[in-house]
Each structure stands twice: as C-alpha cells, then as structure tokens.
C-alpha cells in the first residue's frame, strides 16, 4: 500500500534544502524589502475609487520578474512554474493553493517597470546597497559588450519602406498606409496597418534591432555594453544599443575623473580614445590591448602587453559566460528598444544579484577567539558574510585576527 506523508510538502522542501536550493541562498543574503518603497511610489495606481481585483504584493511581483530574468522564462512557462515548482513557491513565500499572479498579471506588472524606467533605478538602489555591504567598486574598470539576440525579422529602413512598402515582408501581400509625421523634432514615416493581418506583422517585426557581423557570424539584435569592476566582477554600469553599435562609442560614458584604471580589449583602441580618455582622468592607468593594422603587425614587446592586460580583462569574459550558461543564454523573446533595455537590464541587476550570493559563499571571514581556560587553549570559529575589515579584538583574551577563507 502506498504510504501517505502528512507533511509532504515540508518533507520535499527539507530534501530541496539538504541538495542546496540556490533559491534559499539568493532568499538569506537579498534584503526585498528594500525594492518596496520604489516599486510602490512608481507601479501602484493612485486612485481605487473605480475598484477592480486587488493588485498582488509588489514584492511578489517583483521575485517573479526576478526568476523570470534569471531563468529567461516567458510569461506562461513562470506561471506554470510559480504553481508547479515547490522551490519557487518557497523563494516567493507562498504556499500550496494560494492565489498566484496569472501571465497577463506579470506582463502588466513588466510592463509598468517599462514605463516607470524603473530597471535602471532599481539597478543603482541594489549598487548602493552593494556600497553599504563595503563593496566600493573602485578597484578597476573592465568594458566589454555582448551581443543580445532577439527574434529574426528583416528589417527594412523607413527610406525602402515609402519606396516600396511591400519589402516588409517577401511573398505576403500586405496593406499599409504611410503617413509622415514628427517625433521630438524629426521628421518620420509612420507605418499604418489597413487590416489585422498586416497589423499582427508588423506588431512581430522589430524595427529597432540591427544586424551585424562578427567573425564571419551574423547576429541580429541588441547590445549590452557592460562596465564591471575588476576584483569582485559585479556590474557597475550598462548600456543597451542595437547590434551595429560599435563598442568604442559607449566606452567613454563608463569613465569618470574616479577610475583609476580601465581595461578594455582592441575593439576600443584608438589614439582619439586615449586622448579622451587623459582628458577625463590624466592619471587613469590604460590597459587596452594593441591593434594590428595591415602591413603593421603587433611588436614582441605589444603582445607580451597584450597577454599581459588579457589575463585581467578576461574576467570582464565571465560575466557573460554566468549570463550565457546559467540565466537561460543572451537571447530575449521581446520586441522593440524599450522592452529589451527594460530586460537587459532586469537580467544585469539578477547577475549582480547573483554575484553576491556567490561572492558571500566564496568570500567566507572565518571568525576565532582564541580563550585560555584553565592550561587548555580553546579556540573559537564563526562563519561572518559580507566583511572584508581585518582587525585585532578580544584584548582581556589571547590577542587573535580575522582573516579571509576562500578566493
């Protein structure tokens, strides 16, 4: 006869638990709350005098964003899991049975963070939060970019579209009506569908994303130019482009008379860059590797440099490599500009997220109190996260330190 657990749900988290749920470490060492207040102040609506269903824990809403980002899922596919997945339910603190937000809940809620332009300030509170910690985040600069794909639709310029409307797409007939117009000052033409299908297509056609090619590779989509500081790899700063943004022109934003150094790879090489950058900070220490130009091939003595700075600026390399293997890939399944920085930078604020939890795992202080007792010394240890300080305590004691474990 099968048996019957009375306290199944308890018994399975218990098993999660002992296999280390990543979800439980990400719960002990984030502090939610302090999403609260901006959330509040920017997505919940001012007047309630017409009613409706009651709006879900912002803070809920925003774990969702949050495993969404970390786990690239769509709208549907988290809330199957929300309700499936016993680990989700415990990271949201929610419980068998209970009312959980429906898919077209999370997109409005998305959608609001969109509009508010909240990413990028929830992205600069968690930074700060990470200053308080005793990170400073000062120790260096690594710049690199990273190709983020979206899904492929050819894109045609506004110049082909009102000369020939029917290249938006081969082989299908379609029905639009070009109306010219201004937008902050410029001049554009508008593309207006005639019938649903055609409005349908143009709804899946991104005219923002571009493509590019790199190493003889074709990508279509967007750019996360990422700004990571040197010793603890969390991310400093980002800005998202289209694809055929050349990674030099965001470089210089990235740099303030603060940084002390900056390492970068060839791609932003240039003597106008570092002039620019002396500009800002002469005393900025420049470690961007050489660029061979044709019938100029690199000297021993620059590629001896070159390995040199890469063994640094590889580091700035792991960032993506976390995004790429751990968070679902660099490929987002939304279209236009607006949406995909909102994503990107969802995605930048869950690595850093991340990177905590696992810098504090690495990054143990290992705590001891050395106490005589009698002719027998006994020595004390004490596990302490987010600490760097080394200082001497306990002087009615035997004199001890505290030291690092770890990285």
Known sequence: MHQIHLDGFGTQLNKL?????????????????????????????????????????????????????????????ARFQINDRLSFMRFLNVELGDDLPSDSAIWDFKEAIKVAGLHNDLFIL??????????????????????????????????????????????????????????????????????????????????????????????????????????????????????????????????NSKTVSVYADSAYMSEATIAA?????????????????????????????????????ARVEHVFGYMTRSMGGMVLNCIGIERIQRDIGLRNLGYNMQRLVNWCADQRVIMGVVCLKGDVFHIYLLKVLKTYVFYDFCEDLFPCRIGRAGK
């Open 277 to 313: 950058l002396k500009a800002i900070n002469p005393d900025i220490k420049i470690n961007i590797c050489h660029k061979a130009y044709k019938n100029k091939p690199l000297t021993d003595e620059q590629k001896a440099e070159n390995t040199l700075i890469a063994k640094v600026r």
């Open 17 to 77: 638990e002992k296999m280390s749920d990543p979800l439980v470490k990400i719960n002990e060492v984030i502090e939610w709350e302090m999403f609260r207040k901006p959330l509040e102040t920017a997505l919940r609506k001012k007047d309630y005098k017409k009613g409706g269903r009651p709006s879900h824990d912002v803070i809920l809403m925003f774990k969702i964003v949050m495993l969404i980002a970390w786990y690239n899922l769509s709208y549907k596919n």
């Open 126 to 255: 968690f930074n700060e939060k990470l200053v308080s910690y005793g990170y400073e985040l000062k120790s260096g600069s690594m710049v690199d970019a990273s190709f983020v794909e979206v899904p492929k639709r050819r894109v045609i310029s506004e110049k082909a579209i009102k000369e020939n409307p029917d290249l938006l797409l081969e082989n299908e007939a379609i029905q639009v009506t070009l109306e010219e117009g201004e937008n902050d000052g410029k001049p554009v033409t508008w593309v207006i569908p005639n019938d649903t299908k055609t409005a349908h297509i143009l709804a899946q056609t991104d005219f923002d994303a571009r493509w590019t090619k790199k190493n003889n590779i074709s990508y279509f989509g967007y750019k996360n130019h990422a700004h990571v500081d040197k010793d603890t790899k969390f991310l400093i700063d980002f800005e998202t482009t289209s694809a055929e943004v050349h990674d030099s022109r965001v470089f210089l934003q990235f740099i």
